[in-house]
Each structure stands twice: as C-alpha cells, then as structure tokens.
C-alpha cells in the first residue's frame, strides 16, 4: 500500500482516538495523519468545565488529557490547531480549513477522512439570545469565557434548562458565591429521570441555596451590552450572567453540505464500523448519531465514553483491524452536591414512546449493611417489560456509594436480562460494601413480583 | 391440602429465608411453620462479627435482622431456640432435637423438612486447638466469646490464616489494642487472588502494625488452662487469643447420618430448586455445595448472599410457586484498612485447575477522572479464555470506590461475555465517579488485545 493520509476534523475524544488507534496499526511511513482543531485544545474534558468552573479542578490544563505536543512527538500526529473546517470536497478529496491565525483557506488532501466535529449547544431563537454573558459550555474556550466573566463582579446567575450540565453548572456558580436560578421548561428537574425519582433531587438543589423555577420558560434575555435580566413567563430574574444547558445538537452541517447522510436526530448516519454513506469517511463522537439498544431507534446522545469509543472503532478500522461500536442503553450519571443520580435504558416516558409496556418498581435500601457506619438509603427503580420480565431501565437516587450501580443494570440490560434473571447475580457482598442483599437485587425481587401480579390481573 | 408442617432446622439467612418466603405464600392455616435454632439468635449477620469486635458497630443486637420475636408475630413462625437438631428420621418423618434449657429429647414431625445447618471453622487437628482462648468466627456466639476474652488483659493475638476472615478479625484486633500476628500456611495472603494482586494486601496489612508470617505454618498451640502461645514451624508466638480463619466446612453430618446425599465438597447436593435427595426434605445455605458456573463444578462457598438466595428459592418452591437457584461465580468483597480487594469467577489457579487456559492483563487506573479530588489508584486484572475471549475471571484492588466494580465484571461473566465484548459496555461516567474510560473497559481493551496478541504467536 503507498502512502495514505488521514484527515482527522476535530482534535477532541472521537477524532483524537480515532487518530490514535489508527496510529497504532499503521506507522508514519504507511499513513500521515493530520488533525484539524480550530480551537487551541486536543483531547480535553468537556465534562470537567463544571468542576473547573467550581473549584474542583484547579486549572484548565488539568482537562488536558493529550496536549497537541503529545500528539505530534508521541503519536506523529500532526494537529494544526486553530483550524477550522469549512467544507469538505469529496470529488476531489479535500478538505476546505479556515486558517485562523495566517487568515488563508487551505485545502487539505485526504485519503481517508475522519469526521469528529463535536456539537454545540442549543440555543433558542429568543430576543437577546446572543448578549455576551450568555454561555453554553461545550469547549474548553467556553469555560474559559465563563472563568472571565466570573473575574468580574457578577452577583446573579441564570441557568436555562434542569438537566446535567444545567445542574452541575449552577453547582459550581453557587460554589463561586453567585445566587444562582434555575429555570426549567418542564416539570421536574432531570428530565431523563422518572418524575417520582425527580423530588429528590430538587430537595437537593434547593438545599444548595439554588432557586428553582419548575414549569417556567424563558421567553427573552434583556441587557443592552451585556446580559442584564432573563424574562420568563412568570417573572423577570436579574442576571449578569447566563448559562444554557438545554442540550446539544450535533455538528452536523459541514457532513450535509458535502452530502454525507444524516439521521432524524441531525446526527450523521455511520454503520456500525463509523463509516459514513461517502467511502472512505468516517465519523465518531458527538456528531453522529447511533443506535438505541433498547429503543432500537436512532439516538443522538453526546456523551465523552461514547465519542472515545467510536473514535476508537473508525480508528480500528481505517488501520485495517475491525471493530465495531455496538450502539448505546442512555445510561448517564451525575452528582448534585452530594446526592447521585444514574440511569440506564428507557425511562417510563421514553418506554411509552418505543411501544412498549412496562411494570415498575422503586425500592429504598441502603448501600452499605443497614448497622455499618456510613451506611445511607438510596431508591432503585426498575423498569421491566410486561410479560417478558425483560428489564428496559433502571434509576438511581442516592448518596455516596449508591449511583455508580447503575452499571450491574446496564450490564444486565445490555445482556437482555429479566428482573427474575438479576435476582440470581453473585453480586459482592461485605458489610461496608452492601447489604446482604444488594440494592439492585432487592429492587430485582419487587420488580419481579410486580411483573407476576401483572400477568394475574 | 391438609395443613402441612415445615420445620427448619437452623435460624440463620438459608433457614429463615426458606421459612418466610413459605409463609409468604401459605398461610398458616395451610402451613404451621417450626425453625429449630441451637443458639440464641435469628437472621444474624456473621459477616458483621470481625466489625463488632473492630468497633465499627455497637452492639450485637445490631447484627440482628430478625429477631424470633418477628418471626413469630409477623410471619406466624415459631422459633425454637436452644434446640439442636440431633438426627432426622425419615422413616418416620421426624427430627430427632435436644431441647438444651430442659435437657429432654424431643421428637418433631415434619411433612416438609429445610436443613440450613450452617458451616463450622475448620479445626486443624493440633495440639492444644482445643484449649480455652482458639476462637473461630462463626455465630453470634462465638463473636460474644472473643468480646468476652477482650474484657480481660490480653495483649497478643495470633490469627491462624490469612482470608477474607482471618484479615477482617486482625484487623479488628489491633483496632482494640492487640499486638496481632498473621500466620498464613501459603505464599501470599488472600489465596483466592492471584499472587500478582497480593502484595498490595501484604504492605496494607503491615502498615495497620500487623505482623505477617507467610510460607509459614502452625505446628501447636500451647498452654496449659488457658492459650498462652503458638508454636509455628519457624517461631513461637505469644498469644492471649487465637482466632481461627482458614475457612469453614459445612455441617452436613446430620444429613449424611440420615443417608441424604453430600457431594465431593462435603456439601448437601440439591437440584436447582434446593431439593435435597431426600423428598420433601431441601436444604439451603451454608451446608449445601453449589455449582460454580464458570468452573462448572461443584464447590462450597459459605456466604450470606447465597444462603439468602438459597433460602429463597426453598421457600418459594414449599409455597408451591416455582424458583430456581443458577448457582455462583465466587464473587468476594473486603476491606482491609481502606484497602478494598475484591474478585469473582476464577483466579488463575482455578483456571488450570479446570482444565482451561487463559491470558491475563492487568491495568494501573483511578476510581475517578484523573485531575478530580480524591481520584486514587485501582489494579484491576482480567483472566480471558484463550482463543474464544471469554472472561472468566476477574479482581480489583483499590481504595474507596474500587472494589464494588467487580460487581459489572461478575455481571458480564454471567452473560458470559468476552472481553471485546465487555470494551463496548455502556458504563456511567461522569468525573466524580469514573474516567471517561472506566478501569473496567480499560482492564477489557488490554485484555483483548492480549487474546489477540496470544492468537499470533
């Protein structure tokens, strides 16, 4: 084989595992690799901007999991950093980048391409939408625009949207001394998780000191040349800063323009190897979309494991090995102040959605042996298919300890288990680990039981 | 049906739990319930002795789940303490029990009969192991026995085995004061890791101011009213208490004396509903032997999950429902200091022992994202079947939040996934609680590249 070169679009998880898989298979003599980054950072932890901005983390650079230095003199990487794609010319294979710094356009040959362009934040068509000081929180240059603004004096915070990044957000603002709202269109925080699991968790976010308004909906940010108040339907709250955490939507438009597929969610469409429609492209990361295991419907979930794991399979593949990315079950897991919160599979709502039918079962237990010290309640709930038994979710509410078991479910959704199934699991017990019956297993043995009662009625 | 009688002979998890989970589905117009204990106490923890000794729990009415007060007036279940089964007529379809308080002989006629008679710590037959001061750690008793002996001035203390129970108990002791030896017959402590994973176990147990004897072996105990030392094949140790930890053997005499079968383990064997071969007669906890679903042999492993399970499946199948028990993996959790070791399925010996042959790969993580407060290191070590890259087993050592992963990894040996299989699992991850690339999925990619690695050679 001559000579092929990689182009890589994106320097973060999926494009930077994909370069380095396929590094790792082929030597520099038989594949160059070039990745394009337009920001100034490679392979960082989007997740870690929270805890960065609270605290937590002291500096930026420790989200820096591989710096482009790295990648250049251990991998033979090249990464041209502040890079940004304008399209990609797949007659003639070239990818058209926006030199930043020089101000030129470059067209940059490939053989084979990898598309890693992460996704942004959503941002709704409303009056004053783009005022500085209103932040979403996807790269680390957003972080650091965050970090900025809090060297100002900033007094009230706004945070749009009562999900992970909402919640973890506004965290870390109260922890920086901010009086912090929380606005949320629905009607309970977390809306991946069943609203009776949700109490909890807005007990907890208020005991913060956090102000949350449930059923409330941002209809205009005001300020003049900067971020002054958000309107809501019900109220107008002072804000010198504002946060959007109503999600993501994939970067999809350079793949689209260029012809590539892309699904109903707005993620490019790959197969299961992260082949794109267009012969030799690939795709991994929060662009794509991929498959529900459970749902069995396409799903677009931006999620670091899922981008490293996908970068890791085109990776695989471009260096001539196989694999494949066997899709996804939603689990997801985060902690707000020191209650976690997990969850696997389909929620009741989204259960309803896939056609299905489901019994469910919640259970408080605790998470270590009742009469051991430190030993705290924590809820489980299973979600198991009518008849079958078959589980399709599980939730998890609960102090330290407790959220991290949300993994023996997905192990065991992933494998198809029933609730009677999981009964049997030769979990680990000790006193300071569990009871001797484990929560997941007590939950296991109601679900089990709701599964029989309602194939009697 | 005519009413039935069940009689239980043993108060602990298997017996108890075979005894509610009947009345759970028979009231006791249809069943009269009888449980035989020899003791003093139901439904105890004795995996929460060594911290009731140690201190981390107060009392042993703490250890208590169900008191016979419970039974009896909660599930109509009549307890009778102090009783000890002495022999079981089938003929006449009776158990022959001393009443220990009246000191009479009585005779209990049963249509349904569950042996839960427990295990007993082995006894080497040696010098002086009978002498006043040897303790093992089984029932509530015997932790009463060693917290009387601590009343009085005892300064060294030598342990007799180095598992999961001799550990817990040095560790104990030398939390009340005592000058604690370990002495340990094999190689390394914990002989059911593998050797690679000790030495952490071994540099823990020492810096808590233990000391460890290994490759060294109890030859006699010495003293005359009382233990005042123990003589091993290279020292005399001086010791005021001598606790017992090389492991248990199952009370089947009773059964074995009746003509019901036992097995190569010393075990009671049942079917997969916990019928004994005796009919009408089942058995469940820690005097039967299980199977072991990666080894596919029969084993002994004493353990209150099991016998909880176990106890269950009895229950409901006298109930006249239907349940079944799919035996184990070997799953075990402890905490030495704040060192947690954990492991499930089969060590590397266990392998060769069962005729397989594996490749191994072990990976240095953190519990957490690397840069996040409180990340600590983990070893976990995954046992891969050549050829095929079936797990078969697996073990963790760690600090806080390590070793309860084991639990995924037991999961996914039951489903009998592969490791390439495991790399795809879609585990929690937030930086609180894991790397974007949990130590699992870590430990799952150098082990599938090891099957690979091992395929071309």
Redesign the interface.
Known sequence: MSRERLVVIGGD?GGMSAASQARRLRDPDNLEIIALERGTHTSY?A??IP?WIGG??STMD??VARSPEVFEQKYAIEVWLRHEALGIDLDRREVIAHDVEARVERRVAFDQLVIATGATPLRPQLPGISLPGVYGVQTLDDGAAVQAALRNSVRDAVVVGGG?IGLEMAEALVRRGLRVTVVEAGGHLMSTMDPDMAGQIVDAVRAMGITVRLADKVVAIEGESRVRAVRTESATLPADLVVLGLGVRPNAEIALEAGISCGPTGGITTDSQMRTSAAGVWAAGDCVETFH?VSHKPVHIA????A??QGRVAGINIGGGYAT??G????????VCNL?I?R?GLSSREVEAAGLSAVTASVESTTR?G???GATSMTTKLIAERGSGRLLGAQIVGRE?A??????L???L??G?TVE?I????????????P???P?LIAARKAALAVIDDRKS
Not at 328 to 335: Q, R, S
Not at 423 to 434: E, H, N, Q, V, W
Request: proline share 6%.
């Open positions: 998880a932890s997740c870690g805890y937590d983390v420790d989200l992970y295991r999620l670091g494991t899922h490293n794991k990315f066997p996804v079950l939603g689990t997801a897991i985060t902690k976690e997990a696997t042996a009469y051991f010290p300890q959220a991290k078991r949300i993994d023996v997905a192990t065991a992933w494998n288990m199934d009964i049997g699991l030769d979990l680990a017990y000790a006193p300071p680990f569990a001797v019956w484990d997941v």
